[in-house]
């Protein structure tokens, strides 16, 4: 009975980690190219772009309403379960 109660935390920790990977960590509307992350200088002259970054690792750039690139990647399930477990334990 241990175990499937082991298997039933991890998928509950899993399922919990999914959910914080998606919201948003930060929001941040600029029209400046010199962001640590960015390769695309070309999106920001003259013109304004909003990059939403998520918890799980990426940062989506849109501009007019419309998504036009994605920085970075999304955390693989080990990578996601870690980072996770590090903000619960920040929070404790």
């Given at each position: 009975?241990?175990?499937?109660s082991e298997i039933v935390e991890q998928q509950?920790?899993l399922i919990a980690a999914e959910k914080w990977a998606v919201?948003?960590?930060?929001?941040?509307?600029?029209?400046?190219?010199?962001?640590?992350?960015?390769?695309?200088?070309?999106?920001?002259?003259?013109?304004?772009?909003?990059?939403?970054?998520?918890?799980?690792?990426?940062?989506?750039?849109?501009?007019?309403?419309?998504?036009?690139?994605?920085?970075?990647?999304?955390?693989?399930?080990?990578?996601?379960?870690?980072?996770?477990?590090?903000?619960?334990?920040?929070?404790?």
């Open positions: 009975m241990t175990q499937h509950r920790l919201g948003v960590k930060s929001l941040h509307v600029h029209s400046s190219n010199s962001m640590h992350y960015d390769d695309r200088p070309e999106d920001t002259e003259g013109k304004s772009v909003t990059d939403i970054e998520y918890y799980g690792g990426w940062i989506e750039r849109w501009q007019d309403n419309q998504h036009i690139h994605t920085f970075g990647k999304k955390m693989g399930r080990k990578e996601l379960l870690e980072a996770y477990g590090r903000v619960q334990s920040d929070q404790r």
